[in-house]
């Protein structure tokens, strides 16, 4: 049988506007269709923290000058970045693997993913997403507009959203009869669409973000992947993050990595996350291993060349 494979990809990489957006997917694809070569069963999430930023900060300035339109929910928002997100890397993916002559259909799935209202996240707003601004910019748009900014990995301010926990992904089934179709298929976008489910089986969108890594593990658990990929800015996981005594990890077991986690060595909204949904999915069930790399570093990293691999 294939390797089942979930590749969550980070929506740093693929930039931050629509120029960007373009070029970065034609790189990005590259490594996702090496695998597919190779066999392998993937399905593809992605992040959207620049891009969910940029459009709710647009459509905040259209409102703002032009009455006529109503506020846009953060959830809508997240919902447009599906779509134009996915919209590109089905394409692009598409395209790339005709281009090897490989015959295989490419879909992007809108995901919805449940939250619990009560979650204490919607209490504590720690998901960075929108461009990276200085402190003075950031001041000036926390005091305008109410929005909580944190400094983001020495890199910049960025406004912080409430990241509650995935609880379930809504169109799960779907997802399952495409790639069991064979179908290469781009879910959970941005971390799915986080939504409320309320009286009368109504779904209601939630005001939040949820950390796509959370929600690519629950759906590497749900579709029984072997592989969950989380590609990011680094090639590997390290201790003492930008210190003299920095040390990449390679492998790592479960209990380790827990360790590592109560001792602090992890940026939250950051790094955190990353190892949290990698740890999680790896216990989840024997013979189950969650990467760590950069884009390019993903069949090495399946390969054991490098990456940091976090299993039982």
Same mark, same amino acid.
């Given at each position: 049988?294939?390797k089942?494979?979930?590749?969550?990809?980070?929506g *740093?990489?693929?930039?931050?506007?629509?120029?960007?957006?373009?070029?970065?997917?034609?790189?990005?694809? /590259?490594?996702?269709?090496?695998?597919?070569e190779?066999?392998? $069963?993937?399905v593809?999430?992605?992040?959207?923290?620049?891009?969910?930023?940029?459009?709710q900060?647009?459509?905040?300035?259209?409102t703002? *000058?032009? +009455?006529?339109?109503?506020?846009? +929910?953060?959830?809508?928002?997240?919902a447009?970045?599906?779509?134009?997100?996915g919209?590109?890397?089905?394409n692009?993916?598409?395209?790339?693997?005709?281009?090897?002559?490989?015959?295989?259909?490419?879909?992007?799935?809108?995901?919805?993913?449940?939250?619990d209202?009560l979650?204490?996240?919607?209490q504590? +707003?720690?998901? +960075?997403?929108?461009? %990276?601004?200085? /402190?003075? #910019?950031?001041?000036?748009? @926390?005091?305008?507009?109410?929005?909580?900014?944190?400094?983001?990995?020495g890199?910049?301010?960025?406004?912080?959203?409430a990241?509650p926990k995935? !609880?379930?992904?809504?169109?799960?089934?779907?997802i399952?009869?495409?790639?069991?179709?064979g179908?290469v298929?781009?879910?959970?976008?941005?971390?799915?669409?986080?939504?409320?489910?309320t009286?009368? *089986?109504?779904?209601?969108?939630?005001?939040?973000?949820?950390? /796509?890594?959370?929600?690519? #593990?629950l759906? @590497?658990?749900?579709i029984? @992947?072997? %592989?969950?990929?989380?590609?990011?800015?680094?090639?590997k996981?390290?201790? *003492?993050?930008g210190?003299?005594? $920095? !040390?990449?990890?390679?492998?790592?077991?479960?209990? #380790?990595?827990?360790?590592?986690?109560?001792?602090?060595?992890?940026?939250?909204?950051?790094?955190?996350?990353k190892?949290?949904? @990698?740890?999680?999915?790896a216990?989840?069930? /024997?013979?189950?291993?969650a990467?760590?790399?950069?884009?390019?570093k993903?069949?090495?990293?399946i390969?054991g !060349?490098?990456?940091?691999?976090?299993? #039982?």
């Amino acid at each position: 049988m294939k390797k089942k494979i979930v590749v969550a990809l980070g929506g *740093n990489a693929l930039g931050n506007n629509l120029p960007e957006q373009m070029d970065a997917v034609a790189e990005a694809v /590259k490594p996702i269709a090496d695998l597919i070569e190779e066999g392998y $069963e993937v399905v593809v999430s992605h992040g959207n923290g620049p891009q969910v930023g940029m459009i709710q900060e647009a459509m905040t300035l259209l409102t703002r *000058n032009n +009455p006529k339109y109503d506020h846009f +929910p953060l959830s809508v928002c997240t919902a447009m970045s599906q779509g134009y997100i996915g919209y590109d890397l089905q394409n692009r993916l598409r395209e790339e693997l005709l281009d090897r002559g490989i015959h295989v259909g490419v879909a992007s799935c809108l995901t919805q993913v449940e939250v619990d209202p009560l979650d204490p996240a919607f209490q504590n +707003p720690t998901k +960075p997403i929108g461009p %990276f601004l200085t /402190k003075e #910019e950031a001041d000036i748009k @926390a005091r305008e507009r109410r929005h909580v900014f944190k400094e983001d990995s020495g890199r910049g301010y960025r406004r912080v959203v409430a990241s509650p926990k995935p !609880k379930a992904i809504v169109e799960i089934d779907t997802i399952k009869a495409l790639a069991d179709s064979g179908y290469v298929v781009i879910a959970s976008g941005g971390g799915g669409i986080p939504v409320f489910r309320t009286e009368h *089986n109504h779904l209601k969108g939630a005001p939040a973000v949820i950390d /796509k890594d959370l929600a690519s #593990e629950l759906l @590497a658990e749900q579709i029984d @992947a072997d %592989f969950l990929i989380i590609l990011t800015a680094v090639e590997k996981v390290a201790v *003492n993050f930008g210190k003299p005594d $920095e !040390k990449g990890l390679d492998d790592v077991s479960v209990k #380790e990595a827990k360790k590592l986690i109560e001792e602090g060595h992890f940026a939250p909204g950051s790094m955190l996350p990353k190892v949290e949904a @990698a740890v999680k999915f790896a216990e989840s069930k /024997k013979g189950r291993t969650a990467l760590i790399t950069l884009l390019e570093k993903a069949k090495d990293g399946i390969d054991g !060349k490098t990456g940091t691999r976090i299993h #039982e």
